[in-house]
């Protein structure tokens, strides 16, 4: 099916490190991407967003960076903590396309503490 | 207030059957999308509606089918499963049907076993 890709499938991160977690979209046309956290059991959780008309945005210990020249998006993680252990998805919208998300594969951080 | 609310939680069918999976969006939310997630293939968007309409269909086959009712809550059915159909389904909601500035929720998921 379709997918937004990504560029490594498991990252592990030193408690208190920065994390920094990569994303490759193919369609010049999305406009709007979203990271989501996924942990064990659960539903995908909401992180931050950035629309194509921005290259940075910053939320609470998060910043999302989307380079639209090579179609590449990062997700940087400050003071990455236990807690963060998780895997994170990136999602694309294309304009046009109402509310469908398009998700990459997925990459899981684990925290050593 | 409530998040998305997916019911059943956890169900086991038989190659064959059907199964409809239920989900009740954050209140007032009007857009609902259901996805499949596997191990192998990832989150794959089925189809997405807003008003009791479908606004956008994912390539998955006819056996796949939802609705929306007029309190916005949705179903999605699967006729004649197979073992592929194993997999976690996820259903998020939304205020309005363009994302741009409006936040797609999640909820828990339904997990399907067909044996």
């Known amino acids: 099916g379709e997918s937004v890709g990504l560029h490594l499938p498991t990252l592990s991160v030193q408690e208190g490190d920065n994390s920094i977690i990569n994303c490759a979209y193919s369609n010049s046309a999305s406009d709007y991407f979203i990271w989501y956290k996924q942990e064990s059991g659960k539903g995908p959780q909401f992180i931050i967003d950035?629309?194509?008309?921005?290259d940075k945005r910053q939320g609470q210990r998060v910043t999302v960076l989307l380079n639209k020249t090579v179609k590449h998006l990062s997700l940087q993680i400050a003071a990455t903590q236990p807690g963060d252990s998780a895997v994170y998805f990136c999602?694309?919208?294309?304009?046009?396309?109402?509310?469908?998300?398009?998700f990459g594969q997925g990459t899981e951080l684990s925290v050593k503490p | 207030k409530a998040g998305v609310t997916q019911t059943p939680r956890y169900l086991i069918k038989t190659r064959g059957q059907q199964v409809t999976l239920s989900c009740s969006p954050i209140s007032g939310h009007r857009s609902v999308s259901w996805y499949q997630q596997t191990p192998g293939q990832g989150l794959q968007f089925l189809f997405e509606?807003?008003?009791?309409?479908?606004?956008n269909k994912g390539n998955f086959p006819g056996r796949f089918s939802g609705r929306q009712f007029s309190n916005s809550r949705s179903e999605m059915n699967v006729s004649t499963l197979e073992l592929g159909d194993s997999a976690l389904y996820l259903c998020a909601s939304s205020l309005q049907g363009q994302p741009l500035g409006n936040t797609i929720y999640f909820g828990e998921g339904s997990w399907l076993t067909v044996v």
């Open positions: 509606y807003f008003s009791e309409t479908q606004r």
């Open positions: 999602a694309e919208n294309i304009r046009g396309q109402g509310g469908k998300l398009i």
């Open positions: 950035i629309r194509s008309n921005m």
